[in-house]
């Protein structure tokens, strides 16, 4: 079990006491969701589809990768890690 | 420091003239106007509803010579043209009929976007984010950028006296390092892609709370700006719309907008409402849109960019989806041209009708030969295709391929001898 810091955009910082950085523990990123859900309730059907797969219109990085040219949520997050979460709607 | 989405003082006394609220693309919630740009519960993106008053043609036609004529139809205050902006847009719109007899067209167009005040489109765009982020109560006017856009909110922050935040890609064009450095303001180059620098923007943007990022935060705002490219085609066609246009994509906002321009002119009842075809641009070292509608998929996949192409360089395009959508239900198409296909676009339209436009000019006259060829796009009807900005910000691209034709001494006999006449 690794423990990550993972970054939180705004406009999920009201499920997290307003935090923009909070820790998080889990081998992949699937697993660092569930977490984060277990501490702060919400926050994976706000990042994922019915589906259980990451929205539309959310990036999420392990490090420096878009976890979409990785494994998506099966990206290994090791120890010490920086997970990210960002609108995707951005940019041009 | 934790910060909640309106912790920039932003408070609802804005003056955002017709704009009522911000509706998600994707879920339809919809939240009041403020300083948001993503959903809260899907993190779709936010699309301005407006309840239009009674614009007319004439009531367009007597207004500025310059983007705010449309000020009735974007989330700007009323008295827009009274504070200090680069008064951006009615560019030309130029009959091409050297470059359309070279392509077997019948009636062709370039709206030569070049023309606005620091040479791109980006200018339309930013003059809204710019009115609107004064509005909203944001002090640092900001952007990721290819480049045009550095330059566009340098030099609108510099004319409006507030301070600029641009980061750009280090390997930028060094024609667009220099035109946005000389504007003065915080300028950053950024180890990366555009792709990486859009995601160090939003994550600045989730902390400094005055800095509104206009393509980032104040996006819903910003993109509206390019409805003008739109609205102004159709008024300068005489108040009607062309029966196909060919649009250049990088994130793909600019091409979803005119096609939502052409639909408000629709309903507004100030042109006929006529099918029309949109067509998208993309350079094959960059082609995630094309590759999708060429798969028939809905989702965009992101690609990692390379191509000389650099101000349509966005690997994962934020409005994609939009594009396709507007495309096949249009009945139109997303075509993608080589680098190799881009220089010889740019030349064709300096030597045919003496526009020398950027890469992306390049990729949608290239993309044009592409579509025509391949019989995707009528020739026989009237066409309009975008030049987005100025050949004078991409050298690098025909450096190599274009030339004086002879070096003389200073004598009328060298100039017979070499036999130029």
């Known amino acids: 079990m690794s423990t990550v810091s993972v970054r939180i955009p705004t406009i999920l910082r009201s499920l997290t006491g307003g935090e923009s950085e909070v820790k998080a523990e889990g081998a992949t990123l699937r697993a660092v969701v569930a977490d984060l859900d277990a501490n702060h309730p919400g926050i994976a059907a706000r990042v994922l589809d019915d589906n259980g797969k990451i929205r539309r219109f959310v990036n999420v990085y392990v490090g420096d990768e878009d976890v979409r040219f990785a494994e998506g949520l099966d990206t290994p997050t090791p120890e010490g890690t920086q997970v990210s979460i960002i609108p995707a709607v951005a940019g041009g | ?421």
């Open chain 2, 1 to 421: 420091m934790a910060t909640t989405p309106a912790d920039n003082g932003y408070t609802s006394s804005a003056d955002l003239g017709p704009a009522t609220a911000l509706t998600c693309r994707e879920c339809g919630h919809s939240r009041e106007l403020g300083p948001y740009y993503a959903c809260e519960q899907c993190f779709g993106p936010l699309e301005i509803s407006y309840d239009f008053g009674g614009v007319t043609r004439e009531s367009i036609e007597a207004g500025p010579r310059n983007i705010w004529r449309y000020r009735g139809l974007l989330p700007v205050p009323s008295n827009v043209a009274e504070t200090p902006n680069t008064e951006p847009g009615l560019t030309r719109l130029v009959r091409a009929d050297q470059l359309a007899e070279s392509l077997g067209l019948q009636r062709l167009w370039v709206k030569d976007d070049s023309g606005n005040p620091t040479h791109s489109f980006k200018d339309r765009v930013v003059a809204v984010a710019l009115a609107a982020a004064r509005e909203l109560g944001f002090k640092v006017l900001a952007c990721p950028s290819t480049g045009n856009l550095a330059n566009a909110v340098a030099a609108a922050a510099a004319r409006a006296g507030i301070r600029s935040a641009v980061f750009v890609p280090s390997d930028l064009e060094a024609q667009k390092i220099i035109t946005t450095a000389v504007y003065g303001g915080l300028f950053v180059t950024v180890d990366g892609n555009y792709d990486d620098v859009n995601r160090l923007a939003s994550e600045i943007a989730g902390e400094e709370e005055d800095w509104a990022f206009v393509n980032v935060n104040v996006r819903p705002y910003y993109a509206e700006g390019s409805k003008t490219l739109g609205y102004e085609i159709a008024e300068q066609l005489g108040w009607r719309l062309p029966d196909q246009i060919v649009i250049p994509v990088a994130s793909g906002s600019q091409l979803t907008k005119i096609d939502k321009a052409f639909q408000e002119l629709i309903k507004l009842g100030l042109v006929e409402d006529r099918p029309y075809r949109v067509f998208g641009a993309q350079a094959a070292g960059c082609d995630p849109v094309a590759a999708a509608f060429k798969a028939g998929h809905d989702v965009v996949r992101p690609v990692k960019p390379s191509t000389i192409a650099k101000s349509l360089a966005i690997g994962n395009p934020a409005d994609g989806p939009y594009v396709l959508d507007v495309v096949r239900r249009t009945g139109g198409a997303v075509e993608d041209v080589t680098d190799e296909q881009v220089v010889e676009g740019i030349r064709l339209l300096a030597a045919t009708e003496g526009i020398f436009g950027e890469t992306a000019g390049g990729v949608t006259v290239a993309t044009l030969r592409k579509l025509v060829e391949a019989g995707a796009l009528d020739p026989s009807a009237e066409t309009v295709i975008i030049n987005s900005g100025d050949g004078l910000k991409t050298l690098d691209a025909v450096s190599s391929q274009v030339a004086p034709s002879a070096n003389i001494p200073p004598s009328l006999d060298a100039f017979r001898a070499a036999g130029l006449a």
